[in-house]
């Protein structure tokens, strides 16, 4: 049964309608993979009782409702497939998907993979999160890993440990590199959703929810060989989802399918009172056959750039050339002010970043450091101190420092400026094409032991190159598996899109 596993999701729902697959049975291998893919360290907190206790709950909705389909056929003498008047069910009613550690979720625990957070546990979901199990009756598989609060680009800054890559080169399984695995290195699954890109990838779960700054849905989803995919901001809530960058996060999906992404997205899209940066214009969210060769696809050059590699910029030009083939009209475009946006973002997070983490004081928010009461200031420096990496105090630091008076124009205001003009690149160019053709990462997955030589501070600026400009102009993109390197591991492409709805 474990090819179930790697199933879409109609496909799955398709055979709990014909009565050939319970959802408790689907539940258990779910949790039976995480239990033996353990070592991947994919998943924070996994709640197996309440996944069977809410699998059996599935089963029985649907037993109850089959009997009012059959009644409600005979009587009128035709038969409505999946769904059926008086059905409350969704297709994901039973499915089982994971949820990235920095969405909230009612009374289970919430950590950002940080010791800040360590043992909160929410009071209430987020709405991405209401809207998928409370609402649609999908079924929360686990809470998954990820960088100390999303701040990182290999899932290896967190409070439980790094998040491992489940492919192996063929370095790593040569008999050269015995030394190596036996020493424990690993290639590393990106991030900062590495926990919800490897447990999709694992089939621990066919979907998973993510989250999205500056590539941290698409970076992991290329790393592992999935589909991830960045919405436009806007387009759904990030009520619940603890902040990072307000201005840019967003709500991410990694399915293993297109179609599944299409499926999830349309679950909790759209408006939410409770996030007042959410539209509240109608879209349409159904999925459109498009003839490529009415498509006009850019290639912009400045995504050629330092660093990538000549690989992953042959995989390119074969997947441009290969759809101009096929009649679509492949031209090149130019977003000049791409240079400057990984120094933007990092001066527009950092500031961000400073004004929202100021809750986490150990009185209102946060981990409260011990024997550190004889004053408020004292306990406020010792909690921070304790509750933060290194990761999150350098970028507290950076963002105060931008936000002083005398630098505020210098760095802040002129950052928000050159964001313009990096959103109004994209504006332009979407005026001549339908969509653009990027790389996702720079390489193929790295080594640990490699990547560990630069902090990760130079890690984002480098891996983020590619991925972030889209989250500055508020656009979708999609990043898709394309191939296998040399080496045996995945390479993706991205795709960015300016109006969403017509595809």
Not at 68 to 94: E, K, N, T, Y
Not at 184 to 189: A, N, R, T
Not at 222 to 231: I, M
Request: charged content about 20%; aromatic content about 10%.
């Amino acid at each position: 049964m474990q090819h179930l596993l790697q199933s879409r999701i109609a496909n799955i729902f398709a055979l709990f309608s014909g009565k050939k697959l319970s959802s408790f049975d689907l539940c258990s291998l779910c949790l039976e993979k995480i239990a033996k893919l353990k070592h991947l360290n994919a998943f924070i907190t996994v709640d197996e009782e309440a996944v069977r206790r809410e699998a059996i709950a599935a089963d029985s909705r649907r037993q109850k409702g089959t009997v009012a389909a059959q009644s409600f056929s005979s009587l009128f003498i035709f038969f409505v497939p999946f769904h059926f008047s008086g059905d409350s069910r969704s297709i994901v009613d039973g499915i089982p998907i994971a949820v990235k550690d920095n969405f909230c979720t009612k009374d289970l625990r919430t950590t950002c993979a940080s010791k800040m957070l360590l043992n909160y546990f929410p009071p209430y979901n987020a709405t991405v999160v209401h809207k998928l199990f409370d609402v649609s009756k999908a079924i929360l598989v686990g809470k998954t890993n990820l960088d100390e609060f999303a701040m990182g680009s290999g899932s290896v800054d967190s409070v439980f440990g790094p998040v491992k890559n489940p492919w192996k080169s063929k370095l790593l399984s040569s008999e050269k590199s015995d030394a190596n695995e036996n020493s424990g290195d690993f290639h590393i699954c990106g991030g900062s959703s590495g926990g919800s890109a490897v447990a999709v990838a694992t089939g621990c779960c066919f979907a998973a929810i993510a989250s999205d700054t500056g590539g941290s849905t698409r970076n992991p989803s290329a790393r592992v060989g999935v589909v991830g995919f960045k919405p436009t901001y806007g387009i759904a809530s990030r009520y619940g989802l603890i902040p990072l960058t307000h201005s840019m996060d967003v709500p991410g999906i990694i399915t293993r399918y297109v179609e599944d992404v299409a499926l999830v997205f349309k679950l909790f899209a759209g408006h939410d009172p409770l996030d007042s940066t959410t539209v509240t214009t109608q879209f349409d969210q159904e999925l459109k056959k498009v003839n490529i060769s009415d498509l006009t696809i850019g290639i912009p050059k400045e995504y050629d750039c330092e660093g990538l590699s000549p690989e992953i910029k042959d995989m390119w030009k074969d997947v441009s050339n290969q759809l101009s083939n096929m009649g679509a009209k492949v031209i090149n475009v130019s977003l000049p002010h791409t240079r400057y946006s990984i120094s933007c973002y990092s001066v527009i997070n950092a500031c961000e970043v400073a004004s929202n983490f100021a809750c986490y004081d150990g009185i209102e928010f946060g981990h409260r450091a011990k024997n550190a009461e004889s004053s408020t200031e004292e306990l406020f420096a010792s909690s921070r101190y304790e509750g933060f990496n290194d990761v999150v105090k350098g970028r507290i630091l950076a963002g105060n420092y931008f936000l002083l008076r005398d630098n505020y124009e210098v760095y802040y205001n002129q950052a928000l400026k050159v964001r313009r003009l990096i959103a109004e690149d994209f504006y332009r160019v979407f005026n001549q094409v339908d969509f653009l053709i990027t790389p996702v990462t720079l390489t193929e997955a790295p080594l640990y032991s490699e990547w560990i030589k630069k902090d990760n501070r130079e890690q984002v600026a480098i891996q983020d190159y590619c991925t972030q400009p889209v989250n500055m102009a508020g656009v979708p993109a999609i990043s898709i598996p394309c191939k296998l390197s040399r080496n045996g591991l995945p390479l993706s492409l991205q795709s960015k899109i300016f109006n969403f709805q017509n595809y």
